[in-house]
């Protein structure tokens, strides 16, 4: 039996067949159809499918008529039991979608839909670095804060599907306003965007960032000042290790609330890897912990980077059955 796993962004779109352990197969990318009509563009996703799973079974005749689930990542919000995407920021008319429903219909199968910092713990728990335990964290660190969390072995949705919101968490009471209309949350202060906006507005003009933008302190990326950082500039570490308080700030309430066994950092965190991040991060959280939790507690990198859209669909389809055989 195969699995096909389709994980929708803003931008592209990747579908990928697994098989029954939800190892791909087979995997296809293409930009996103946007046509400003959400059942046009999920008839273009569709022929999409069928299109890999007839190269698929030309090349294997045993996967023939042997899809046995689809598991969706999309961008939240979405109402998980219904299969619902209701109201996603990039995608332009996708309000209200029936996407489970929809597919379920057309392919004859059972269909998941997960957000994707949901379906990308999954994915990390199945299939990267949080293989070998039962309960973690994912963070994406990137754009925003997206986050994923998997207790006993379960992906944890809460009551209303969207629990594991750590990126809004508040740090800081009055602090700074955040894209989602709140204040002092934890992605107004570490988010790639947010910290984009203050390095922008708060860099010296004569440090190695700006130089790396072309000397324009209005195109500075959180890109430039980790480059910089990994170069020694003394303005770029200093902000870095501001960043990483922020880091902090937020991890500590999620340790001592969940006590995950391991904490996954996406994105920024990767990209500024062991020496300039993970290292001095947890020796910052070994600091404001307990000693049984800063010696227990594993804070790691995201293992899957760009394989990451090809697993997420495929781990959500794997989720679905999983949490089937338990119940």
Known sequence: MSQLGIDIGGTKIVLALGDEQGEPIRSTRA????????????RAVAALAETLLREATQ?????????????????????????????????????????????????????RIENDANAAALAEARFGAGRGVDDLVYLTMSTGVGAGVIAGGRLIAGSFGSAGEAGHMPIELGGRLCACGLSGCFEAYV????????????????CRAVELAKGDRSAVTPEHLVSAAKQGDAVALAEFDRWLDDVVRGIVPIVMLLEPS?????????????SLCFEPLRKKLARVLW?????????????????????????????????????
């Open 31 to 42: 930009p996103m159809p946007l046509s400003g009509d959400w059942e046009a563009d999920l």
């Open 59 to 111: 090349d294997d005749i045993s996967l023939r008529g042997a899809l046995e689930r689809i598991g969706v990542s999309v961008p939240g919000p979405i109402d998980a039991d219904r299969g619902v995407l209701i109201n996603p920021p990039n995608l332009t008319n996708w309000q209200d979608v029936p996407i489970g429903p929809w597919l379920a219909e057309k392919f004859g199968v059972e269909t």
């Open 191 to 206: 988010g790639g965007n947010a910290w984009r906006e203050r390095l922008r507005a708060e860099l010296p003009i004569e």
């Open 262 to 274: 391991r904490i996954i950092l996406g994105t920024i965190a990767v990209a500024a890897g062991e």
């Open 291 to 327: 000693p049984q939790q800063s010696a227990r507690v594993e804070v790691v990198p995201a293992a899957l980077g760009r394989a990451l859209p090809e697993r997420a669909g495929l781990a959500v389809a794997m989720n679905a059955r999983s949490a089937r055989a338990a119940d």
